[in-house]
């Protein structure tokens, strides 16, 4: 299983950056993917998921009505579309693989995501 994010980069305030998530080694359209994210010196948390089919999607309050997660099952690969950007939103963002198999959730917890890529840095600047 790979999880390969990139996308990141330098943004002002208010901009956008879309991220994405190249996965292999595993049929991605059988399991529901999540992004988190890790801000220096805090603890990863969840931003946003989806389901497998694509149809039902979660996300943080900080980010609702700005992210918008989206998944092309025939290419294998997540994105994060990330409008309204603030500096708060300034972290390393992961895409995960989630662990279970209800079709119907989005879990935010992390215990209930097994892979996860390397990262991709996100900077807002003021």
């Known amino acids: 299983v790979q999880l390969q994010a990139?996308?990141?980069g330098l943004v002002q305030a208010g901009g956008?950056?879309?991220l994405s998530c190249a996965a292999s080694g595993f049929s991605f359209s059988d399991y529901a993917m999540g992004w988190f994210r890790q801000a220096p010196g805090k603890e990863r948390v969840f931003?946003?998921?989806i389901t497998r089919s694509g149809g039902s999607s979660d996300y943080a309050d900080s980010v609702?009505?700005?992210f918008t997660i989206s998944r092309d099952?025939?290419?294998n690969t997540l994105y994060l579309q990330?409008?309204?950007l603030k500096p708060e939103d300034t972290a390393v963002y992961y895409c995960a693989r989630a662990n279970y198999?209800?079709?119907r959730i989005v879990s935010p917890r992390t215990s209930q995501?097994?892979?996860w890529g390397q990262g991709t840095l996100v900077t807002v600047s003021s």
């Open 6 to 8: 990139s996308g990141g």
């Open 16 to 18: 956008s950056l879309r």
């Open 47 to 49: 931003v946003t998921g």
């Open 64 to 66: 609702q009505g700005r």
């Open 73 to 75: 099952n025939a290419k």
């Open 82 to 84: 990330m409008n309204t």
């Open 101 to 103: 198999r209800n079709s």
């Open 113 to 115: 995501y097994d892979y």
